[in-house]
């Protein structure tokens, strides 16, 4: 956990009180909507649909059970009594009231909440690898560095008026649990040939109407020069990025128009000139902002307790969630225990108050009071003692967040869509649901594998639709729903967009398409240890489009 | 439209001479960007009154680097409110140019802007609206903390924020 101090509290303190008077001129109507809508974008605050929607950051997705208790009042008490979680580490409130914003917002300071950025054209909330600090393939935690570029990007005086949104994504280890290829900018933690670590820097990456696959532009940046190798990219974007066009303003296009190789060298250019300056991170204030992290008192374990095999071998239904739901733990005895949101039928990544504060005294039981939140909607606490893990297991089924199909079928990711979203095209959650309702027979989901399906609905991809094994992107034909297949893409360190599969098809023919593209990939494996994704790369997408043609 | 000098409304001392009029040398006058690169050495440097220019955000601020020393003030635009090009180029007129003049904020500028205009070292204001003008001071002390060095780096990261204008309890209270 990262813990605030007088100087962090107070300053978001501050920051809810401009706000608060922002909001009273836009109510007065001294603030035009025109002038308002950066402001509040700024905060967090979008005017959806039907209501205003507020997003509060989850910085690197890591969350203290004081902290989920407090928002799930927040959640009780100014919206519905549900939240949503995204796929950016974020919690979005869909029927909040603009007046009671301020409220809302004091509350959350209290706990060291905010929602600073979480929205505008801006360096976004800097997301990570959620298995953080546990995982046992981390070179390093991410969060530290996420943390440091939280605070050097807050309120940044020169670019919070930029061409377009900025998204930061960071890991610290080989594997990237944090789709830093369809980011802005992605960090990947490396070793040198020495001692040392650093950033292998890719920028340009980015989905909506145009995708791009981020690109490699620093092999080895060292930690000291993360911040001024950041700002050198961050000026160049906001004096060079386009601003004629906001479908052409994401740094993925300037990059693209002047390609990788002369964008990384005006950005070199830059930073040749400020590394050696103010924003060179000394090792005090790297090792202040580290030890502000403070970990568990790991108590000394044994690997596959007594109690955890018995209890494995007796129990099948609890053996089917550890062997979906668990991971390895970096520390001997202890697991990482993920929690789905994507219970069958039900809307993805959505958790009630109720939901929020049992998880909340659940971590504090069998967690060291921490929760995480995933890029996949789903929740984990990441110190749980193996030998819980059955008690624990029982706890999180009655919670309803216990349905082992954490990267299965039925984890679907998706946008709000229509039903909230003032830009979809098309419904989004529906479609999820009843998708996963196909699968609702864990056995029928198991058989298939690893397989991620992603739903956007509309081309800006919140869905990340393009880098879902299946991706469905919906469209609007002659104001009917409409839905574009893609298959084959990933967001992972092998990132790669998906390839369309044929012409849309209308709303009611795509859970059954889906159902036909599954099953034809279970006929055309070689066997059941070739995954979904990896038929696709064997065989192309060829085989699969007589799926599309199947009723008509 | 107000002008803010050193935190507090003013008279404007400087006139903008627009396109091909001409720029008398007695006056303290904002000229365009494109008279000053085609002026003559002369029209420049034998100046009896202070010389400021009107500088587009589109234009590298490099360009400005061989007038520097005959200019009094930079004027940058803001077109539009979210249009943030100007606060790069005023850092690095500060910071890279070690410009000593005044820098100050044109076009859409906005109350909202001000803390963000006088930490990348903007320290004169055409501000659009009168209520704006007058919040001036208060504005600059909704926050009393900065967590990054930007044009006022010596106080590294995480630091108190102090405007570095004159201001009275009563105009912070208004």
Redesign the interface.
Known sequence: MYVYDE?DR??IA??A??FR??VARRLSG?LTED?FK??RLMNGVYLQLHAYMLRIAVPYGTLSSKQLRKLAHVARVYDRGYGHFTTRQNLQLNWIKLSDVPQALEELAEAGIHTIQTSG?CIRNTTTDQWGGVAPDEIEDPRFWAEIIR????????????PRKFKIAITGAPHDRAALKIHDIGLRMIGNAGDETGFEVSVGGGLGRTPFIAKVIRNYLPKQDL?SYLEAIL?TY??HGR?DNIYKARIKILVHDLGVQRFAAEVDEEWS?IKE???KLDSA?VADIRSRFIYPQYEDLDDDPGSLRRALATDAKFALWYRNSVSRHKAPGYAIATLSLKPPGKPPGDATSGQMEAIADLADEHSHGEIRVGHEQNLALPHVRQEDLPELWRKLDALGVATPNVNLVTDIISCPGLDYCSLANARSIPIAMEVSRRFEQIDKARSVGRLHINISGCINACGHHHVGHIGLLGVEKNDKEFYQITLGGKADEDARLGQLLGPAIPYEEVADTVERVVNRYLDLRLDENELFIDTVKRLGIAPFKETLHAVH | MRYIKNGAVAADPFVYVEGDETVPSDVSAIVSADWLLSAAKQQIEGRSAPLGVNWPNDR?ESELAPFLPYLSLIALEFPV?????A???A?LLRE?HGFKGEVRATGDV?R??F??????GFDAFEVKKA?DADAFAKVLH??????????D?QH???SGFTPPFPISAQERDA
């Open positions: 100087f107070t300053f501050e920051r009180a401009q008077d922002q001294e002038e950066p402001l054209n605070q050097w990007s807050t309120l940044h005086p020169e670019f919070s008026f930029l911040l000026r906001n004096a601003r000139r300056g103010y924003l204030f | 590298p409110f979210r249009d943030g090009r606060f790069t180029q850092r890279r906005l909202d802007q803390l963000f205009m006088v930490r990348t209520a909704e926050f009393t903390l900065r967590y990054q060095p930007a044009a780096p590294g990261f995480r």
